[in-house]
């Protein structure tokens, strides 16, 4: 079977890890990219042997299968929906759109047109997410009560060249870096009934220091930079959620879970390996690393990453090369819209919560993703992983 071309719409700071990626993932293949500033996409065609068109030639293109959308999150839904009116699946990277009814609407633009739609985070189907999605479905901490999820930095003006997308309307914390968690809980606990929150802003501007030509200056906050989301699963499980961009340090885990016989750490759900803990009962913590499984052998580090900072594993493009696959096998992909759709309503809802209160009940219903065997993961590398 043919690969399926994929067409890159944005040329920013994440397309460098996709373009890289893509030649070592079975089933896709890079065959042009374009950006509203036709100097980066002419700069990355150079240096992948892709082409550089515009927008509109992309959606013409045919051998363009699939639009791989990495702009950012306040234009995912119009190049979305755009793809798929050209008749294009769609890969996107987190989150799927900023505005819930829009996410509902690129799903059901995708199903009606019968293509598919997909979105990051595709990390949960990384080796650390199949992992902790094996121990949970063999019951290793019982049914899961409880738990809790924590991402806390101090922002992200020190390293990205362009940090205000961060701080305005569709950034912030949780619908930023909350994916992650999100896809993590909804692959291992299924999906949520309602929500709580509590939001704030500690400060209302920001010092951007990361090198580039907005060095030194202050821009606005006009979204909550701090975000505690109660959870409820349909499971009857209840997680809080605390994002931060205000917290210089912590010492939580990224996600714990607690279950009726036993406690789970969860490998980080920013990267596609790692290592998680158990324990049963009050017994001493067993590590598990999953580094030796597909997707799990640490092979990226981060320029800004301190010197004693481990590598990690990213495989961005996983995602893209597993909805590739259920295209052509005709059957159902993992990180898809739905789930990135009911993503959204979670995490807007706790947006909303903190904002107006009360508890909200989500609209979407959807089922848990079918768990990734080791042996399907293996065929998504390039000549299978060895
Ligand atoms: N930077 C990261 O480390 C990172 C990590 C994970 C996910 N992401 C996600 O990737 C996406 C992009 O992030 P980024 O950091 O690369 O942003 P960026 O601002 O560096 O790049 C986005 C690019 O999209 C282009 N663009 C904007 N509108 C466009 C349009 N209509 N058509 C074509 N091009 C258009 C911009 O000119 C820009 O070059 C976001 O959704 C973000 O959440 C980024």
Same mark, same amino acid.
């Given at each position: ?10 040329c920013?700071?994440?397309?460098g ?55 950012? &999150? ?14 294009? *699946? %769609?890969?996107? $990277?987190? +989150? #799927? ?72 309307h ?20 299924? &999906? ?11 400060f209302?501007?920001? *010092? %951007?220091?990361? $090198?580039? +030509? #907005?060095?030194?200056?202050h821009?606005?906050?006009e ?36 279950g ?18 158990y ?16 997707f ?20 961005r ?50 089922d ?12 998504l ?6």
């Open positions: 079977m043919a690969d399926l071309g994929v067409g890159i719409v944005g920013g700071v994440i397309s890890i996709y373009l890289e990626n893509m030649p070592s993932f079975a089933g896709i293949k890079a065959v042009a990219c374009t950006d509203i500033i036709p100097e980066r996409s002419e700069a990355k065609a150079k240096e992948h042997g892709i082409d550089a068109v515009t927008p509109a030639e992309m959606l013409k293109r045919d051998d363009v299968d699939i639009i791989l959308n990495i702009t950012p &999150p306040l234009v995912h839904y119009d190049v979305s929906l755009a793809a798929l009116q050209a008749g294009k *699946h %769609v890969f996107g $990277e987190k +989150p #799927l759109c900023v505005e819930v009814e829009h996410g509902k609407r690129l799903v059901d633009e995708a199903r009606s047109r019968g293509l598919a739609i997909g979105v990051a985070p595709d990390t949960f189907l990384g080796a650390g997410g199949r992992l902790a999605r094996e121990l949970i479905d063999q019951g290793i901490i019982g049914k899961v009560i409880a738990g809790s999820c924590n991402l806390m930095s101090h922002g992200m003006e020190h390293w990205h060249p362009d940090p205000r997308a961060f701080y305005v569709g950034g912030g914390p949780l619908l930023d870096v909350g994916p992650y968690y999100m896809n993590a809980l909804i692959n291992l606990l299924g &999906p949520v009934e309602s929500v709580v929150g509590v939001t704030s802003t500690a209302p501007t920001r *010092h %951007v220091t990361a $090198e580039g +030509p #907005l060095k030194g200056q821009i606005p906050v979204t909550p930079t701090t975000i505690m989301g109660m959870l409820h699963f349909a499971s009857g499980a209840d997680v809080n959620v605390f994002m931060s961009w205000d917290v210089w340090k912590h010492g939580h885990p990224a996600i714990e879970l607690y009726t016989e036993g406690t789970l750490r969860v490998p980080d759900p920013n990267f596609f390996g790692g290592s998680l803990q324990s049963k009962g009050r017994d001493e913590w067993i590590t598990v690393d999953a580094s030796d499984r597909a799990g052998r640490p092979n990226y580090r981060a320029a800004m990453w301190p010197a004693g900072q481990p590598s990690q594993a990213n495989y493009c996983l995602g893209i090369a597993e909805l590739a696959a259920s295209v052509t096998r005709g059957t159902p992909h993992r990180a898809s819209g739905a789930m990135g759709s009911h993503s959204l309503e979670a995490m807007q809802s706790v947006i909303r919560s903190g904002r107006d209160g009360g508890r909200i009940a989500l609209q979407s219903k959807i848990r993703p079918a768990s990734l065997p080791e042996s399907e993961a293996a065929l590398w390039e000549g299978g992983w060895r």
